[in-house]
């Protein structure tokens, strides 16, 4: 399904006053604060999320999975749905492919009908925890780590078949996320294992063409339940230095102990230009992989601060990757989506609003109170119609779930795609 320019207009049209009203008085008061109010919508236009394939159906735990109706049930359905977030929200530009569930099978029309949605291919991502049925090799106690021979070289053929795959849809980057790890002491030589690991890195880096990108995920634990191979963004950070300069490390906001001070490390990593980029959730306890900004929106607007100071300050990082990475086990995937995507353009609007160099001298006068002042008066302004103005800019909607719902799109979905279609992923 597409949704025409009428349609977009009928949703706007009673609400454009509104919005009008609310922006102009907003932009009034930041505008005799010194901020740069158009220069500021601007960066919000110009900041696209790239969606995940494999989010766009219903997720699970161990424990089970409520399924949702008129999921995609192909790559061609998964693209016409990313396609329906960008036309709401004209922030969510690209698509992240996971490998094997998403092979096209006719590139040529795959990347049309991307381009028919103006969305690009973002980091596709290689899958070495899950045994495939045509596999020789088992990924059981490992992949790039595994003390088998056969297992790793398996593990990083696979990686240049990504890459090959994502080269003929114009992606530009590669995410190795590893399950490697043990579940209990004793089971696993710590050395050999970060050693294969890094060797074998290194044969998936030779396969990297000249302008591409290695994003290295770290995760604490899941689904090895004793130790990680790849466990912290240190470890990340090493194994990314040892590859060269093509390769970063990507930071997952669900993939760290409670607590961890997260915009900590990313500052770390802009300072050292290893930073790649993101998957973007929120979580209570573990990699629960939930709404962006439904948990911890001040730490993601702290995380937001840091990004923003290192894009003014640390030109060696490169800009790096936006992607979103949930999982909906209860929500309506697209309305959650379009929830996340708001969260971050919220979060990022609300960090533009600081004045960096302000916020410096304060932080050089020990001035811990103007400090938090500087930081709150931001987090406290309500920056909706600044995103409002972003959207309308480029063509999107005022309010992308109530547009969602008065179009009745899940409805339309169920009707085209039948109410058991189901979503390959996780
Ligand atoms: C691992 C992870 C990784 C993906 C997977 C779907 O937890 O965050 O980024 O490969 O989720
Ligand atoms: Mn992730």
């Avoid at 990699?287 to 607007?301: E, I, R």
Wanted: charged share 20%; net charge negative.
């Amino acid at each position: 399904m597409k949704i025409d320019i009428n349609q977009l207009e009928q949703v706007n049209k009673n609400s454009l006053s509104g919005h009008k009203e609310r922006y102009n008085f907003l932009a009034e008061s930041l505008s005799k604060q010194g901020r740069d109010v158009v220069g500021i919508v601007e960066k919000i236009s110009k900041f696209q999320v790239a969606i995940p394939s494999w989010a766009l159906g219903a997720g699970g735990t161990r424990f089970g999975r409520f399924g949702f109706q008129g999921e995609p049930s192909n790559l061609e359905q998964k693209i016409d749905d990313v396609g329906i977030l960008h036309r709401l929200t004209q922030t969510a530009g690209a698509i992240s492919l996971h490998i094997p569930w998403d092979v096209p099978n006719d590139y040529g029309a795959i990347k049309e009908l991307a381009s028919s949605h103006d969305i690009l291919f973002d980091a596709v991502n290689s899958n070495t925890f899950q045994d495939q049925a045509i596999a020789k090799h088992s990924y059981k106690y490992g992949s790039l780590s595994n003390t088998s021979k056969v297992s790793r070289e398996q593990a990083i053929a696979h990686n240049i078949d990504v890459i090959k795959i994502g080269d003929k849809l114009g992606s530009k980057s590669l995410t190795v996320w590893l399950a490697d790890g043990s579940n209990f002491p004793g089971q696993s030589n710590f050395q050999a294992a970060l050693q294969n690991t890094e060797n074998s890195l290194k044969e998936i880096y030779k396969g990297l063409p000249d302008d591409w990108k290695l994003f290295i995920e770290y995760k604490p634990y899941e689904p090895n339940f004793y130790s990680t191979v790849i466990q912290d963004w240190g470890t990340s950070f090493m194994l990314a230095n040892a590859c060269g300069d093509k390769a970063y490390t990507l930071v997952d906001l669900g993939h760290h102990l409670p607590n961890t001070n997260i915009e900590q490390i990313v500052s770390t990593l802009m300072l050292k230009g290893k930073l790649g980029g993101f998957h973007f959730n929120d979580s209570k306890y573990g990699d629960d992989d939930l709404t962006v900004g439904s948990v911890k929106p001040y730490a993601l607007f702290l995380i937001f601060n840091a990004l923003v100071y290192g894009m003014e300050n640390n030109p060696q990082n490169p800009y790096p990757a936006w992607m979103i990475d949930a999982s909906h086990n209860i929500k309506d995937p697209l309305e959650d989506l379009i929830q996340s995507l708001e969260a971050i353009q919220e979060a990022y609007a609300k960090a533009l609003l600081i004045d960096q160099k302000e916020l410096r001298e304060a932080q050089s006068n020990h001035d811990v109170v103007k400090c938090q002042e500087i930081l709150q008066d931001a987090y406290r302004t309500d920056v909706r119609p600044l995103l409002e103005k972003a959207r309308l800019n480029a063509g999107g909607v005022l309010n992308p779930i109530a547009a969602y719902r008065a179009l009745e799109i899940r409805k339309k979905l169920i009707q085209e795609r039948g109410a058991n279609s189901v979503a390959s992923g996780l």
